[in-house]
């Protein structure tokens, strides 16, 4: 789209040359340059419009000649510039010497600066007062454009609400221990036990798989001697809790199911026998961290047999006399090297 100084360029020229030029035809030569009186005033009150002075340069430097002077005018211009309805108008009127007129014109903008109309009034008064000239030259500057709006300011972005990032006790972390066990109730004596297991925690919870050998060791009995061997597997769930950087302590319910293994070495006509050993229990650990993720751990529990162990033999006389029956309870101790896995943060006190 043409802009307001273009379209005035279009319409003034159309206009001059239709109706202010004269009838006679013009000669060859071009004509005396016309000398033009002029009587501008800017009415609206804004220091950037165009007063008389600096209409005058304006349009004589789109002329490239003076084309002004106070006495022995051709031609006399009066024009104001004013403010209506928040427009700015331009008004012009080119009248002889006499007070004959010669044409009149009116620019109107509504930009409510004068920058357009500084442009379009200067060049609309070159063309009124030059219209003889066969060949009329005019210099038009480069028309720069207008300033774009800044943008509007960004709309503030929603506060976003953090999204907590999981703690270190809401990640899996696999674990796993060994060690040794005294336990005594459930067979003959003091028995030893190796065990290792393994166990998944996150957070206070954790699950524990356990595996354990019964260390063979013989008991003696006046009838003879019997030698028991044995392993159980068993699983356990368990909840921290007294946690510290350096230490941790669990409460553990567990159960575990194997074989028992028994031989009669110095009974006559005895056999080898196997039974089941089955065993529920209750008990607590405490962990104290030596090294990074790895400590030791001690652990109390106490539990009674599902399958009580009862060691019985065969005699001459064909009787199977008990020579030993497991108790109703049966407690176990256990000390075991342990490797816990904590967060960074907790490890420490980092």
Not at 309 to 326: D, I, K, V
Request: net charge neutral.
């Amino acid at each position: 789209m043409m802009s307001l100084a273009q379209r005035t360029v279009a319409v003034a020229c159309s206009l001059v040359l239709t109706s202010l030029l004269p009838e006679t035809s013009a000669s060859a030569e071009e004509t005396r340059p016309i000398r033009v009186r002029l009587h501008w005033t800017n009415q609206t009150g804004d220091a950037t419009c165009l007063d008389e002075e600096a209409l005058a340069k304006a349009v004589e430097s789109r002329l490239q000649r003076q084309a002004f002077v106070d006495a022995s005018p051709d031609l006399v211009l009066d024009g104001s510039l004013m403010r209506e309805s928040g427009k700015r108008i331009a008004s012009m009127t080119l009248r002889r010497p006499d007070g004959e007129l010669v044409g009149r014109r009116e620019l109107e903008s509504p930009d409510r600066s004068c920058s357009t109309l500084n442009e379009a009034v200067p060049l609309s008064v070159a063309l009124m007062i030059d219209y003889q000239q066969r060949v009329l030259r005019l210099h038009v500057p480069a028309i720069k454009p207008a300033a774009a709006a800044p943008p509007p300011p960004p709309r503030p972005k929603p506060a976003l609400v953090p999204t907590p990032s999981p703690s270190n006790d809401d990640r899996w972390r696999l674990g796993s221990r060994a060690g040794a066990a005294a336990e005594i109730g459930a067979l003959p004596g003091l028995s030893w036990s190796t065990h290792v297991s393994f166990e998944a925690s996150r957070g206070w919870p954790s699950l524990r798989l356990e595996a354990a050998w019964l260390v063979p060791r013989s008991a003696s009995f006046d009838e003879g001697e019997v030698t028991l061997a044995g392993w159980t597997l068993g699983a356990a769930g368990c909840g921290s809790w007294l946690r510290t950087d350096r230490f941790r302590s669990a409460l553990c319910l567990g159960g575990e199911a194997g074989r028992l293994l028994s031989t009669g070495g110095g009974f006559e006509r005895n056999k080898d026998s196997a039974s089941m050993l089955a065993n529920a229990w209750l008990g607590a650990d405490a962990l104290a961290y030596l090294y990074q993720d790895w400590g030791l751990s001690l652990g109390l529990v106490g539990g009674t047999p599902l399958v009580k162990q009862r060691l019985e033999y065969t005699n001459a006389g064909g009787e199977t006399p008990s020579l030993f029956e497991a108790s109703t309870l049966f407690a176990r101790m256990s000390l075991s090297f342990v490797y816990a896995p904590r967060g960074s943060d907790q490890k420490f006190g980092r």
